[in-house]
T-cell receptor, first 116, second 116 residues
Framework: AQSVTQLGSHVSVSEGALVLLRCNYS??????LFWYVQYPNQGLQLLLK??????LVKGINGFEAEFKKSETSFHLTKPSAHMSDAAEYFC??????????????FGGGTRLMVKP | GAGVSQSPRYKVAKRGQDVALRCDPI?????LFWYQQALGQGPEFLTY????????KSGLPSDRFFAERPEGSVSTLKIQRTQQEDSAVYLC??????????????FGPGTRLLVL
């Protein structure tokens, strides 16, 4: 069974500082990995995803993540935080081919706060 | 184009009432998912439809939960005899094709259900 662990339910950074949100997963097959962002009272929006190929994935709003198989990690980073980045971030995994539809399994989420 | 829409956005129910939550996926999307997001947690998978066929309902927490998508477009999640533990945000997502794993799931804004 697949699972996702996000270390740190709350992360606070200063505006302009590096953002690092951690995600570790377990999967019985090579997984597909996703980061979603959720703003208050809105649905989840895809930031980026890894399926195959290059392990460094670039997404929207300057975010990127690196798939490290040996560490079973998919940490999300952004070089310089903006106030508008304050939101809830979810890491998710799917196991292609194992179940119909390839449902997503989510981590518990990390709330990012950006201080002026 | 229009994204995934859900209605109502907010629902307050008395314990024991039945509720129906509606999801309008993106036009033409084959796959449709329902997730439940408890307060402060990540979304958890409930059920999956491929067109009108419900191929996976392993996440439905009890037989009080029922979902349908009779014409392969709009879906309804019904909860009978609501309990306080059913209070959560119910998210609907759709994706263009069937399993393959790479398709992005597009999420609606959710229905926030509060059972008193």
């Amino acid at each position: 069974a697949q699972s996702v662990t996000q270390l740190g339910s709350h992360v606070s950074v200063s505006e302009g500082a590096l953002v690092l949100l951690r995600c570790n997963y377990s999967s019985s097959v090579p997984p597909y990995l996703f980061w979603y962002v959720q703003y208050p009272n809105q649905g989840l929006q895809l930031l980026l995803k890894y399926t195959t190929g290059a392990t460094l994935v670039k997404g929207i709003n300057g975010f990127e993540a690196e798939f490290k198989k040996s560490e079973t990690s998919f940490h999300l980073t952004k070089p310089s935080a903006h106030m508008s980045d304050a939101a809830e971030y979810f890491c998710a995994v799917s196991e292609p081919g194992l179940r119909a539809g390839n449902m997503l399994t989510f981590g518990g989420g990390t709330r990012l706060m950006v201080k002026p | 184009g229009a994204g995934v829409s859900q209605s109502p956005r907010y629902k307050v129910a008395k314990r024991g009432q039945d509720v129906a939550l509606r999801c309008d996926p993106i036009s033409g999307h084959v796959s449709l998912f329902w997730y439940q997001q408890a307060l402060g947690q990540g979304p958890e998978f409930l059920t999956y439809f491929q067109n009108e066929a419900q191929l996976d309902k392993s996440g439905l927490p009890s037989d009080r939960f029922f979902a349908e998508r009779p014409e392969g477009s709009v879906s309804t999640l019904k909860i009978q005899r609501t309990q306080q533990e059913d209070s959560a945000v119910y998210l609907c997502a759709s994706s263009p094709r069937t399993s393959g794993g790479v398709e992005t799931q597009y999420f609606g804004p959710g229905t926030r259900l509060l059972v008193l």
